[in-house]
Nanobody
Framework: QVQLVESGGGLVQAGGSLRLSCAASLRTISNYVMGWFRQAPGKEREFVATITRGSSRTYYANSVKGRFTISRDNAKNTVYLQMDSLKPEDTAVYYC????????????????????WGQGTQVTVSS
């Protein structure tokens, strides 16, 4: 069974940085568009960022644009989310997601368009 495993979460002060990793137990993630979502207590899961198959395009939620960077290393079957200038409102459980695609342009932002999900990693930003 395919698994996505997130790591790198933790407690950080406002203004600090964290780097999340998502390791996939797939033969290769090169055929998958990959994304990050987050869910804060009492709120719905929301889109954070996505990266296309060939890394040619990345898209971000307005709330994280300019502060977060999504990247991928297909050789390592790993996706990353570099989070800088963190704010208390970034506190949430962060989830990695993937969806098989033949398209190099496909970059969904809706959670129901992704088939694979990790278990999540907690990120807490203190003020």
């Amino acid at each position: 069974q395919v698994q996505l495993v997130e790591s790198g979460g933790g407690l950080v002060q406002a203004g600090g940085s964290l780097r999340l990793s998502c390791a996939a137990s797939l033969r290769t993630i090169s055929n998958y568009v990959m994304g990050w979502f987050r869910q804060a207590p009492g709120k719905e899961r929301e889109f954070v960022a996505t990266i296309t198959r060939g890394s040619s395009r990345t898209y971000y939620a307005n709330s994280v644009k300019g502060r977060f960077t999504i990247s991928r290393d297909n050789a390592k079957n790993t996706v990353y989310l570099q989070m800088d200038s963190l704010k208390p409102e970034d506190t949430a459980v962060y989830y990695c997601a993937g969806d098989f695609t033949y398209s190099y342009d496909y970059a969904p932002w809706r959670s129901d368009e992704y088939d694979l999900w990790g278990q999540g990693t907690q990120v807490t930003v203190s003020s």
